[in-house]
């Protein structure tokens, strides 16, 4: 009986086995790499799919094949239904279709959550593209109605309003003129607008105020005020005397992130002497305003602006100082001010962040070029050039006084060139088959003709695993193995004796990492052993 039953297991058949496996194509994605990072995705599960089918076939094989041999031996004969009438029915069909069902339903959970990945994405841009689409309507018809002006009462005395002046900034209020002047003389800075009916409405300028057009009103900067006076009289009489900001007689021009404003310069009239003081460069600086010239103190900007262009330059390199300027100045054209921008920012800006960077180094004793995390244990590298740091020299002609100390951030060109002698000497002797060496020593001499207007044409920068900057040297004339030798030299100085071996991350690595050998091998005395036991992986 036994043949029997190997005759019977031979003759199951699992539909799952037989059915052709089809793959889907996920749906197109807005941005080709989540596209490719999905399609890989989708492989990775149709292959797990395709081995969880053929070890589900297997166990339902296996089960069958023991249900097989639990049967009776005498209740099977040579009847083609593979069982007696009195006996224990084996309906092999049924136990096919059941497996087969079993396996389309996976099958089905599996292409289920193939497609929930793959529309989780477009599903929400599908969203947020509908609900702008949505608002559309009411979105213009809001932005319409708020260039309209339907208040009735005054916001601080409550009187009826005929002339209504709107403050678009932190006020946020509809104002009598006479209120208006009480509010805004102290806040220049404000955007305001003049509504002389409910849809009839202009800006109006800093020293602009509704019913005082036959008198002038001088607006002048905030700042904070002096404890103490500072006039001859008090100074003898050794009082402090009782100071009150006002306006002083000096024109200025403040430069903000939202433009131009014309004002005057702050005073001090003191109440005990009367006499009048102007504001000093001390009190313009500790009230948040940086000079363009601090001699003449006729241009500010605000240092909430200098520390916005701060950032817009880190995280937009290559951004236009030029543009941003225009910028402001047509930002200030919309609100009917004055639109020129005082060329003095460069300069200003320049010494403001240097005056920031010796607070961070004198003051707050902070280690810029070094990584809290790796210290003197850095474990790798990664080291390349940037061509979009560059230096003009018509910018040399200037007289520029240097103001970071020599090797502060930046390696001298002396280090630089200490190095490249030593190479010089040795170029001839290291026989490279290298297209990129080759380059590379050939950029050493070479001036190209669409740089020969740059002093420097980029920097070679080192960071750590972190992302922290180690140190730079800039370039020239071009990326040479000489930068990146220095740069090695000088983190292998830095590093702990137990930790002597590190990786480097590096672009042509491949030809690097001979011409270094040869390098040590020629000329050990000079070049460090430490270079030795470098490990490169290629970028």
């Known amino acids: 009986m036994v043949p029997v039953k190997r005759d ?194 202009r800006p109006l300028l800093t020293h602009e105020f509704y019913g005082v057009e036959n008198r002038s009103i001088n607006i002048g900067m905030r700042v904070f005020v002096p404890v103490r006076c500072r006039t001859e009289k008090c100074k003898k009489l050794g009082t402090k005397g009782t100071l009150v900001l006002v306006a002083g007689t000096k024109y200025c021009t403040v430069i903000s992130g939202e433009g131009r404003f014309d004002l005057h310069c702050a005073a001090f009239k003191c109440s005990h002497c009367d006499g009048v003081m102007n504001a000093e460069l001390e009190d313009y600086i500790g009230s948040g305003y940086w000079p363009g010239n601090p001699k003449t103190l006729g241009v500010f900007f605000t240092t909430s602006f200098l520390k916005l262009y701060f950032h817009l330059k880190n995280y937009l390199p290559g951004s236009s100082e030029y543009g941003l300027l225009k910028a402001l100045g047509a930002f200030s054209a919309d609100e009917g001010r004055e639109h020129t921008i005082s060329n003095a920012f460069s300069r200003a800006s320049r010494m403001y962040y240097y005056v920031t960077h010796l607070v961070d180094r004198d003051i707050k004793k902070k280690r810029k070029l070094s990584c809290r995390a790796c210290s003197n244990k850095c474990c790798a590298v990664h080291i390349d050039g940037n061509h979009k740091l560059v230096r003009r020299k018509s910018k040399l002609k200037q007289r520029i006084k240097q103001l970071y100390k020599k090797n502060e951030l930046f390696f001298s060109q002396e280090e630089l060139e200490k190095i490249a002698t030593v190479v010089g000497k040795l170029k001839n002797k290291i026989k490279m088959d290298s297209v990129c060496g080759n380059s590379d020593f050939k950029a050493a001499k070479e001036v190209s003709t669409n740089r020969k207007n740059l002093a420097t044409t980029g920097s070679v920068m080192m960071c750590c695993v972190h992302g922290c900057l180690l140190k730079g040297v800039d370039m020239t004339k071009g990326e040479t193995y000489s930068h990146t030798l220095l740069l090695l030299e000088h983190i292998y100085g830095l590093q702990d004796a137990d930790h002597a071996n590190l990786f480097i991350v590096q672009d042509v690595s491949c030809k690097l990492d001979p011409w270094l050998k040869e390098l040590a091998r020629l000329d050990g005395a000079n070049t460090s052993s430490t270079l030795r036991q470098t490990h490169f992986i290629e970028q």
């Not at 209740?75 to 593979?82: I, K, Q, T, W, Y």
């Not at 989780?120 to 932005?143: C, K, M, Q």
């Not at 002046?165 to 009480?182: Q, T, V």
Request: with cysteine.
């Open 8 to 201: 019977l297991l031979e003759g199951i058949t699992l539909g799952s086995n037989q059915q052709p496996t089809t793959s889907k194509s996920p749906a197109p994605f807005a941005f080709s790499q989540r596209n490719s990072y999905s399609e890989d995705k989708l492989v990775v599960i149709e292959s797990e799919a395709k081995d969880d089918n053929k070890r589900h076939s297997e166990k339902v094989a296996e089960e069958v094949a023991a249900m097989i041999l639990s049967v009776p031996e005498y209740l099977f004969d040579a009847n083609e239904d593979g069982c007696q009438g009195d006996g224990f029915p084996i309906d092999f069909t049924t136990i096919e279709k059941e497996a087969t069902e079993e396996n389309a339903a996976h099958i089905a959970r599996i292409e289920a959550d193939k497609k929930k990945q793959e529309s989780e994405w477009s599903i929400r841009v599908t969203i947020d593209t509908n609900t702008w689409n949505e608002f559309t309507p009411r979105l213009f018809g809001a932005f319409v109605s708020a260039e309209a002006c339907g208040a009735e009462r005054c916001d601080s005395c409550k009187q009826e309003l005929t002339i209504v002046i709107r403050c678009l900034d932190d006020c946020k209020n509809h104002l009598f003129p006479d209120c208006d002047l009480k509010v805004h003389s102290t806040r220049p800075f404000h955007n305001r607008k003049l509504f002389m009916n409910e849809f009839e409405s």
